[in-house]
């Protein structure tokens, strides 16, 4: 299976998730608060890759009252509970596979929760260039996800994944605390924090692109 085909069943099962979403999800809103805890006052213009029903986006429109945001995902379905938030008049949307659409640029910060736990280093360093090239100098990526705990449990993801694409569409291959740290690094960001969250396995990555 390949990344488009991969991505294409990730969609659909989002597709079918969207209703009851939140009533599981809204468990892990410290996880998703802590994406607007570290960014810097004054950020203005943001964007959620993997927005989803945007619960990541209340503490972040809570704190900065007035920010401009771009919801990027591939499922117009979950996109729709979004579209129902008092905060929907800030919100413009980029709907499609985020290795194929256009973000847009000089972005103050990129965020991201619990979606790109699913990609190979090398595509992600191709994505993360995308994200790099989106946001302005200066500008901040932040990342909260699932992580290997060692390189052997994400060896293993892979090869479940290569075994039998077709057994659980939302199969995880999360990388290592040191593989995402290259990936970041290669694609040019700095390295700002990596630090452990609430959720098991969860931990937040946060890169600057240089001045
Ligand atoms: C687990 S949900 C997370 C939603 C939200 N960020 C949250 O934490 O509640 C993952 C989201 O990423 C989106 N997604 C997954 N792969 C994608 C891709 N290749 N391009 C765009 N969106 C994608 C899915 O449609 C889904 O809405």
Redesign the pocket.
Known sequence: MDLKER?QT??EF?DRKTVGYDDV?LAFMES?RALTDVLPDGTSKVLDL????G??LIPLVERFPDVRITA????ED?LGTLKERPFADQVTYVVG???ETDFGTEFDAMIS???LH?FAPEDKVRLYKKVYDALRPGGIFVNADKTAPDPAAQEEGFRELEEDPHRWPHMDTPLTIGAECTVLEEAGFRLLQVSPLPNANYYLYSAVRPE
Do not use: Y
């Open positions: 991505n990730l969609k989002f999800h998703k993997g927005a989803g029903t619960l990541e990027a995902d591939i499922s979950i596979d985020f290795f929760t619990s979606a699913h």
